[in-house]
């Protein structure tokens, strides 16, 4: 037999090999299970218990080999009756009975009341803490696969299995094994009645608390201390039941002179408490707190002082969820008691560490703190007035500013509502005074303390708002003291990060009226310290809102449009520094916050940049050639700035952005020649980053360079490097940015009527045979060539290399190509890329031009309407205009053709401006002769009807105004 000759090398020592083969075998039916055990009979019922157990333990590795659905319900019950049996057998058998239950509880014909038998014959015959570790973590492995996958079957057993899982631990000691138990007993306390054994199954578990346990150094998947104790301390609060046995003894451990220990027992009651419930706590109410204020005042360890804390939060919040809501009061009259009159006596120094466990107290819930504001509020308004001495008069700001920061947490409804609403009077009242003392120590902490009062929007009534701006624009105004100014400057931006309609209201409007007095006079009326540095740093610390962004932003660049209409200066130069620090500080802060997100947001980026580029081109040549050289220098710099790198961020690319408004106003003369070193690096740019505003950029700077570059010689060769990487770009498949690129290079020729503009567009007609992306593309972008509207300032008034007539030249040379290509298509899609082209460059050519090309073009520009692209339509509907505005009758012999099309685009649904210029396309149709329009008058008036229904305004009126035109054709002139 086969399976003889497996059996015969696995007990001869070679067990992978030969479980491998049995396991293959069983899974393609060349071998059978039950075959394996009949062959295996022999060791299985052999006399030396050596030999058995190797026998099982063939049968444990070939059950582990097995997948998990393989074994039928009957195999699987006869090899648990059999394990379970051979559990009676010799310790030298039992460790690999154990190692097969292991393998069989994975199986998922495995039924409940199997795992129940498992768990019974493992309590009865095994003597688990006998066994050697790896065996013992084996049994806790069952158990936890057993409860995984098989509860039900377990539950049956009741109080059974939870006896059997004490005996089972009881005793361990191994760290590993340890953490295995301890995460049973959770699911053990929590699923089974463990009424019988509460106290037996607690104290398997306590009487390894505290845990003291140092790893091995030179192991690294050891377990930690951190691991083993926080599973104990889930045992220990793993249910109500254990709350009698658990307090005691964290009490006790409370007391013990090891911090670790009173660190771990406060750990674990802030754990347990929420677990326990106020009605199993309220008894030791008193031992806790006394033992916590021990702590907390005692203040050993700065851990411990905080654990301690955490847990007065904790047992606020459990005991807050009473109904009866006694506990609650019992346990802050306990608090307040300590606490409270520590604030009639601060010389003492402990109105602090009472003000930590009162703010503890009132960050448990909302109740805690009304119970606990009620009481203390009073007192501190009370000693504030009472003590003259300003020392004193701080660290009592300093403990309202702590009690504040936390009841601000629990707003109401109305400011009225709030927990804080009672007292919000009296605490401004407090702040107030002390903005308005003659100290300023003390007005920095009333600061500090109305900070926190502002951090919520739902604490204070509208007046009380009022007056705090008020108090904050003084500060920022007249204090003296540039600490206090600097806490007005926080306070400020509180306001408009949580108000920003108050902002925007009072603070922005305030501070763009400083900021114009600076400009206009050096002698405003303001202090000496409002210097327009000082107004800018305060718009940087209002940007922390995003409703208030715009008007900063607008704010920001019209100071820089101000300042830099001057002749330039050093003081100029100052001037544009101090406001790029606070574009910085106001945009470009934490990438986490908004005021980064903010920063790559491109509308700022296009509006400074855009403003530059004007200042730029308004300049002298040598002016431009400064700036330019300085622009180039800093952007070519190596380091942490690096923005043509592959893997530069959006916020590192977008320099092009400000590239491409300068350079296309440059003149030729004023570009160095390292700005010509910018053309490799954009290129590569333009086809491979993932940032579209960077990306088209990046064309733009190249075709501004490629247009500029005065020597042929040179300007050969860039054009080779370019369309080199056009051409691989192309085939690698970065097909639209490429084309983008091919596009602004082919303008940049067509410009300067360089004569390999018509390869480059060659090339562009070329890939209408492309694929769909990669066409589409190259047919849109011929709206770009000719046109000003899109051309980013590459014009002659940009500064760009412009030929005279260079529109009517390449029109002239690439219609026939485009008409040529168009008759020559078989495939329809093809034919309307052909038409986009056509179109476009229909749309840019002057009217001159185009009415004297269009004849042998107006089949065509009728074929145009048709398509359902907007853009098409948009430009065919304009040289329709443009051809009966001068040469109404070429279009005589194709009305009966127009008018059907153009009734339908009347109503075209994609495209507002399309549905305008139809009716204003028909309306011009009256300038043609009668007989010509009349056998289409009734269609055409009957069909406008629904245009004067038309969602859009402008329709309608474009509607009224085409109709009437046909409504009155062939009337006599009035």
């Not at 005996?167 to 995460?183: H, K, S, W």
């Not at 109500?240 to 307090?247: E, G, K, S, V």
């Not at 220990?261 to 419930?277: C, E, I, N, R, Y």
């Not at 069909?943 to 859009?952: G, N, P, Q």
Request: glycine fraction near 6%.
């Amino acid at each position: 037999m086969a399976e003889r000759s497996f059996i015969d090398n696995y007990l001869q020592g070679d067990g992978t090999n030969s479980v491998s083969s049995l396991s293959e075998g069983l899974l393609d039916n060349t071998l059978t299970f039950q075959g394996v055990i009949t062959s295996l009979a022999p060791e299985l019922i052999h006399t030396d218990a050596e030999v058995r157990a190797r026998g099982t333990r063939l049968i444990a590795d070939l059950v582990h080999a097995l997948p998990g659905t393989f074994l039928k319900e009957a195999e699987v019950a006869h090899l648990c009756t059999f394990f379970c049996d051979r559990l009676k057998d010799q310790h030298v058998v039992v460790p690999h009975v154990l190692f097969g239950i292991l393998a069989l509880v994975r199986f998922h014909s495995l039924q409940g009341s199997q795992a129940a038998d498992i768990v019974q014959a493992i309590s009865k015959e095994v003597h688990v803490q006998a066994l050697i570790r790896v065996d013992r973590s084996v049994v806790y492995n069952i158990v936890h696969g057993l409860l995984e996958k098989y509860m039900q079957g377990l539950l049956t057993m009741g109080p059974d299995f939870v006896f059997a899982f004490i005996q089972m631990m009881d005793g361990e000691q191994d760290p590993r094994n340890l953490l295995l138990a301890f995460n049973l007993v959770p699911t053990i306390a929590q699923s089974f009645p463990i009424d019988r054994f509460t106290e037996d199954l607690f104290d398997v578990t306590s009487c390894y608390f505290p845990i003291s346990f140092t790893p091995q150094p030179d192991d690294p998947t050891a377990i930690t201390q951190e691991q083993l104790v926080g599973a104990l301390r889930r045992c220990l609060c793993a249910t109500p039941a254990f709350a009698a046995l658990t307090m005691p003894l964290l009490l006790e451990k409370l007391t013990s002179a090891v911090a670790s220990a009173k660190l771990d027992s406060v750990a674990t009651l802030s754990a347990g408490a929420p677990v326990f419930g106020a009605e199993e706590l309220g008894e030791f109410v008193e031992g806790v707190w006394l033992a916590l204020r021990t702590e907390v005042f005692r203040a050993s360890s700065e851990n411990l002082v905080n654990a301690c804390l955490e847990c007065v939060t904790v047992l606020t919040k459990v005991f807050s969820s009473d109904s009866s809501q006694d506990k609650l009061k019992d346990l802050i009259e306990r608090v307040l008691k300590e606490c409270c009159h520590h604030f009639k006596q601060p010389q003492l120094g402990l109105s602090n560490i009472s003000c930590q466990i009162l703010s503890a107290a009132c960050a448990g819930s909302a109740a805690g703190c009304t119970l606990i504001l009620a009481e203390v509020i009073p007192v501190i308004v009370e000693q504030y007035a009472v003590h003259p001495t300003s020392a004193l008069q701080c660290s009592l700001l300093d403990s309202l500013r702590s009690l504040v920061g936390v009841a601000v947490t629990y707003p109401g409804l109305s400011p009225a509502e709030a927990v804080l609403g009672p007292h919000t009077d009296s605490v401004l009242s407090v702040i107030f005074t002390s903005i308005n003392d003659g100290d300023a120590n003390l007005r920095a902490f009333g600061c500090k303390c109305m900070v926190e009062l502002l951090s919520s929007s739902s604490v204070l009534s509208a007046t009380q708002l009022s007056l705090c701006v008020e108090h904050i624009l003084r500060v920022l105004q007249n204090d003296e003291a540039p600490e206090v100014r600097a806490h007005g400057q926080r306070l400020a931006g509180c306001v408009c990060r949580h108000f920003p309609d108050t902002g925007l209201q009072s603070i922005v409007p305030s501070v763009s009226e400083w900021l114009q007095l600076r400009r206009t006079t050096c002698d405003a009326g303001l202090k000496a310290h409002v210097t327009e540095k000082y107004v800018l740093d305060l718009t940087a610390q209002l940007a922390s809102s995003v409703r208030l962004l715009p008007v900063l932003v607008e704010l920001w660049l019209g100071h820089l449009e101000h300042i830099t209409r001057g002749e330039w200066s050093e003081e100029l130069a100052q001037r544009c520094h101090i406001l790029l620090d606070t574009l910085y500080s106001g945009l470009a802060g934490d990438p986490t916050t908004v005021q980064a997100l903010l920063f790559s947001h491109l509308s700022i980026v296009q509006s400074a940049s855009k403003l530059i580029g004007t200042l730029v081109r308004s300049a002298v040549t040598s002016r431009q050639a400064d700036l330019v050289s300085q622009l180039v220098a800093a952007v070519c710099q190596s380091g942490d700035f690096s923005p043509f790198m592959a893997a530069a961020s959006p916020r590192q690319s977008q320099i092009v952005v400000l590239l491409a408004a300068i350079l296309p106003g440059v003149q030729p003369s004023a570009l160095p020649d390292s700005a010509f070193n910018l053309l490799s690096p954009c290129v590569d740019m333009a086809v491979s980053s993932q940032h579209g505003e960077s990306a088209l950029s990046a064309c733009v700077v190249a075709a501004a360079l490629l247009n500029k570059i005065t020597d042929e010689s040179a300007l050969a060769s860039a054009l080779q490097s370019t369309t080199a990487v056009i051409g691989s770009s192309l085939e690698s498949g970065a097909a639209e940015h490429a084309v983008q690129l091919l596009a602004w290079v082919t303008r940049a020729m067509v410009l300067r009527s360089h004569p390999t503009c018509l390869e480059l567009s060659a090339k562009l007609i070329s890939l209408f045979a492309a694929d769909d992306v990669k066409a589409t593309a190259a047919a849109a972008a011929f709206s770009l060539l000719l046109s000003d509207e899109a051309s980013r300032n590459l014009t002659q008034a940009g500064g760009a290399t412009v030929k005279f007539l260079y529109k009517q030249k390449f029109f002239v040379q690439i219609r026939t190509q485009l008409v040529d290509g168009f008759k020559q298509a078989s495939d329809g899609s093809m034919k309307d890329h052909f038409l986009t082209a056509l179109s476009h460059l229909l749309f840019s050519v002057p009217e001159q031009v185009l009415l004297s090309e269009i004849p042998p073009l107006l089949p065509l520009v009728i074929q145009c309407l048709s398509s359902s692209s907007a853009q098409l339509l948009t430009s065919s509907l304009t040289a329709m205009m443009a051809l009966m505005s001068g040469a109404p009758g070429l279009l005589g012999q194709y009305v009966s053709d127009v008018i059907p099309v153009l009734l339908k685009l009347s109503r075209f649904k994609g495209n507002m401006r399309v549905r305008q210029s139809t009716l204003k396309c028909i309306g011009a149709l009256t300038v043609l002769p009668h007989h010509l329009l009349y056998p289409h008058k009734n269609r055409v008036i009957q069909e406008l009807v629904a245009c004067l229904d038309d969602h859009k305004r402008l329709v309608r009126n474009d509607a009224v105004e085409c109709r009437t035109k046909w409504l009155l054709l062939g009337s006599a002139p009035s």
